[in-house]
């Protein structure tokens, strides 16, 4: 019988991007790591190297994009190469950054996706670790026209559901509900590719404080009152709620292992992505941590991964 075996990468790989919102320009390099290091950012810039493995109580913070912090060290805006990690099973890397926030590029997970594919994806000699939820955990935010609420249900396998409703002609005018379920799905055909959203009348307060700095129509899909201005329009018809899956996939794989679950949610962001992975954590009843000793045994799309090239 065959285990289901950690991932990681074979060779490194390197980019130069910006942040999207503190706009400075960051070399990130991607390395592979020994079995169960899980990933862990890497601050190279600082006079001492700080490490940061990714957790949910490493979460600080969660205005528009998340953030881990190890004392006063941060990395900010992790969810897209998180998701990349997740959509293509990578459990162990190094991720070394020159500056504090992990690039844009193009406001997707997609080049993350070319990166770590480029590098190759290697078998590791460890078996594989999920948490495989048993009972169901909800968190819900605001009452009425306000509520929000996310939540993990038991399923073999993992698959996602996210309604939007941002009330936005633009954005209304697309799909509003999408499902995704990695046993079925390709992650990096139809989530990857989604890139992240904004709106010209938020952008003067979110750069008065600090955010945003560098986003722009080459990183995100930019829209006035009424439309989308990008030139080239979108990438799917859906892509507005593909990009919530895309977080939501990056936030969820912060909790360092792979969940087998099916994740539901409403108007969730990474606030209350992150409040589901503590409320999860605070209810260990509610969860367990299972290998597969027999790959056959494991779900759709976890056993199919095959190595990237
Ligand atoms: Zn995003």
């Not at 075996?5 to 503190?22: D, E, F, I, M, Y």
């Not at 060290?73 to 190094?94: I, P, Q, W």
């Not at 941002?166 to 989604?194: L, N």
Request: glycine share 8%; hydrophobic share 40%.
């Amino acid at each position: 019988m065959a285990v289901l075996k950690q991932r990681t990468l074979k060779s490194l790989t390197h980019a130069v991007g910006v942040g999207l919102h503190s706009g400075q320009r960051v070399e990130i390099t991607l390395r592979p790591a020994a079995p169960d290091t899980g990933i862990v950012f890497r601050r190279i810039d600082l006079p001492q190297v700080v490490d940061i493995p990714v957790s949910a109580e490493a979460v600080t913070d969660t205005r528009m994009a998340s953030t881990l912090s190890r004392g006063s060290a941060r990395v900010l805006t992790v969810e897209h190469l998180m998701s990349a990690c997740s959509g293509l099973g990578v459990d162990n890397l190094y991720v070394d950054i020159t500056a504090e926030e992990i690039p844009i590029l193009d406001g997707s997970a997609a080049s993350f996706v070319f990166l770590l594919q480029s590098a190759g994806i290697e078998m590791q000699n460890a078996p594989r670790r999920f948490i495989r939820l048993t009972q169901p955990v909800q968190v819900s935010e605001g009452e009425g026209d306000n509520r929000k609420w996310a939540c993990l249900a038991p399923y073999h396998g993992y698959k996602l559901s996210f309604e939007i409703d941002f009330k936005h002609p633009a954005v209304d005018s697309t799909g509003q509900h999408v499902e995704f379920d990695m046993g079925s799905g390709s992650y990096a055909r139809d989530i990857a590719r989604a890139r992240t959203f904004g709106f010209t009348k938020d952008v003067e307060m979110m750069r008065a404080n600090g955010l945003a700095l560098g986003g722009g129509l080459d990183n995100a899909i930019v829209m006035d009152d009424y439309k989308v201005l990008n030139f080239d329009g979108l990438r799917y018809d859906d892509e507005f709620v593909k990009h919530k899956i895309l977080d939501a996939m990056g936030d969820l794989y912060l909790v360092g292992k792979p969940l087998l679950a099916s994740y539901s949610a409403f108007r969730s962001g990474h606030a209350l992505n992150n409040k589901l992975l503590r409320e999860l954590l605070a209810h260990p009843d509610c969860w367990d941590v299972v290998t597969f000793e027999d790959v056959k045994r494991a779900p759709a799309g976890f056993a199919q991964l095959a190595p990237a090239w």
